[in-house]
């Protein structure tokens, strides 16, 4: 196989980026244009990188809306850091924050909060296996809670919330890693949203923050310098070397997703995406999905076949046609199809046609 050729990344993370970007990134990679040095060699206090760090945040803003009173951070550290950061940042002395845990990834969060301050879990799926998202009337919020914690798509056990909980006032604060800018977003629905890049947005090591400006007041300077939103925000990213080459790739993704015609347009493709996907795995029953219907992610498409047996050689056929990465979590078990804004269509009809061939031999 050529070097160049590409097959189908189905990986949950990190994943599969637009080639658009990486062919820009890989023309402009010796040298940017008129910079004479590449984008890793330039002091991130350059007009060059401050520029390209100020012109993603724009992008950013028109992308997605982003009221004026939001702030965009570019951290490091992951949307792990943030199961910290936030809750040292927001969960103010003698306040509780409620988190609903709808998946591993959500409960990683409670329990770093925890260490922090009081956490009531407000709803819980884990006794349905997190195969759906609790209802409005399921959650048991705190009057007053310092904030309410919800992780938008749950990537392990492919299940999405359709609308934002009512939170009656408190800040809503979201861990959106794997399904941010899939589809027009209401930032000012949102006290805090974050979001590791390596899934739907750029490469890894650089984490989206966009953060509700009033509240930068409840960070106290006793806090690790590193670990608060205030210091970054004032410094807009630059208190010390950000991730320069992950803000580039992160910036050139932006604007290839303001390029296809912003969210709405990403959101139709994701659409008929899972839709082509879904329809196949609903279509005679011999794969069945994970996730009860109502709550289906469109980014991570999570299904099992019959037999344990057959789901391993499903692996193996597959990886051999060059559709990769499509083994689920350990914790799930089956299959997991992750279908991010930058996985091609004809990658899902693919899949969807060796599925029916697997099916026509093993059904
Ligand atoms: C992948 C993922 C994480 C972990 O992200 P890191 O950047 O590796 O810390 C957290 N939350 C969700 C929803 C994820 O999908």
Do not use: C
């Not at 002091?43 to 009173?69: G, Q, W, Y």
């Amino acid at each position: 196989m050529p070097t160049t050729t590409r097959i189908y990344n189905f990986s949950a993370g990190p994943a599969v980026l637009p080639l658009p970007v990486l062919e820009e990134a890989q023309r402009d990679l010796v040298s940017l244009p008129g910079v004479g040095m590449s984008v890793m060699e330039i002091s991130h206090r350059s007009k060059t990188f401050e520029d390209l760090l100020n012109t993603a945040i724009a992008d950013i803003r028109a992308l997605a809306d982003v009221p004026a009173d939001y702030r965009i951070l570019m951290l490091q550290g992951g949307a792990t850091l943030q199961f910290s950061m936030v809750p040292m940042n927001l969960l103010t002395p003698g306040a509780t924050a409620d988190y609903i845990d709808t998946g591993s990834w959500a409960d990683k969060a409670a329990k770093e909060a925890k260490k922090v301050g009081t956490v009531n879990i407000a709803a819980t799926t884990k006794a349905d296996l997190y195969t759906r998202i609790p209802r409005q009337e399921e959650l048991r919020l705190t009057p007053g809670a310092a904030y309410v914690h919800i992780t938008t798509n749950n990537t392990i056990e492919g299940t999405a919330w359709k609308t934002p909980p009512e939170t009656g006032g408190a800040p809503l604060a979201a861990d959106t890693s794997s399904d941010m800018f899939s589809a027009p977003i209401d930032v000012s629905r949102f006290g805090v949203i974050y979001a590791g890049a390596q899934k739907n947005l750029g490469p890894s090591g650089v984490t989206l923050v966009i953060l509700r400006e009033d509240l930068l007041s409840r960070s106290v300077d006793s806090l690790p310098v590193m670990l608060n939103y205030r210091v970054h925000a004032e410094n807009n990213s630059l208190y010390n070397t950000p991730n320069t080459f992950g803000v580039y790739i992160l910036g050139l993704t932006v604007k290839w997703l303001r390029s296809l015609g912003g969210l709405p347009a990403i959101a139709r493709i994701n659409q008929r995406k899972a839709a082509k996907l879904y329809a196949e795995v609903d279509r005679t029953g011999f794969y069945r999905g994970t996730a009860q219907k109502e709550s289906r992610s469109l980014m991570n498409a999570t299904f099992r076949l019959p037999s344990e047996e057959l789901e391993k050689l499903f692996v193996k056929e597959s990886t051999a046609a060059g559709l990769d990465g499509l083994k689920g979590h350990r914790s799930v078990g089956g299959m997991r199809a992750s279908i991010y804004n930058a996985f091609p269509e004809e990658g899902v009809d693919a899949l969807v046609g060796f599925m029916r061939e697997f099916e026509r031999k093993h059904g």
